[in-house]
């Protein structure tokens, strides 16, 4: 069992930043990939990034691309979501999720292929 927690939510005007942070903690060592989705009021969550944890090699959502930056610390068992450039249409909840499921090189950006949830944290930004 992994036990995620995030936190760096918050309210900011359009053109501000963010950092979000998740801490792993429980069976970290089967950690595949981790990841960060949001869902927005009355829409299905969507992917936003991730990062694989053996290399570091990272997925970006088309609208994340540019303006955000996923990263990991594994000493740490944490992974970061630096949000820059933000726009009032990335307000959203965002979650934290891992991967313990598949290879150490297999990208996923579909909810479904990940195991472990954050319980989210509200990201508004205000235009």
């Known amino acids: 069992q992994v036990q995620l927690v995030e936190s760096g939510g918050g309210v900011v005007q359009a053109g501000g930043s963010l950092r979000l942070s998740c801490d792993a903690s429980g069976g970290t060592f089967s950690m595949r990939s981790m990841g960060w989705f949001r869902q927005a009021p009355g829409k299905e969550r969507e992917f936003v990034a991730t990062i694989r944890r053996s290399d570091g090699g990272t997925y970006y959502a088309d609208s994340a691309k540019g303006r955000f930056t996923i990263s990991r610390d594994n000493a740490k068992n944490m992974v970061y979501l630096q949000m820059d450039t933000l726009k009032a249409e990335d307000t959203a909840v965002y979650y934290c999720?891992?991967?313990?499921?598949?290879?150490?090189?297999?990208?996923?950006?579909?909810?479904?292929?990940?195991?472990?949830w954050g319980q989210g944290t509200q990201v508004t930004v205000s235009s």
């Open positions: 999720a891992v991967r313990v499921v598949g290879g150490s090189y297999y990208v996923s950006r579909s909810a479904d292929d990940f195991q472990y």
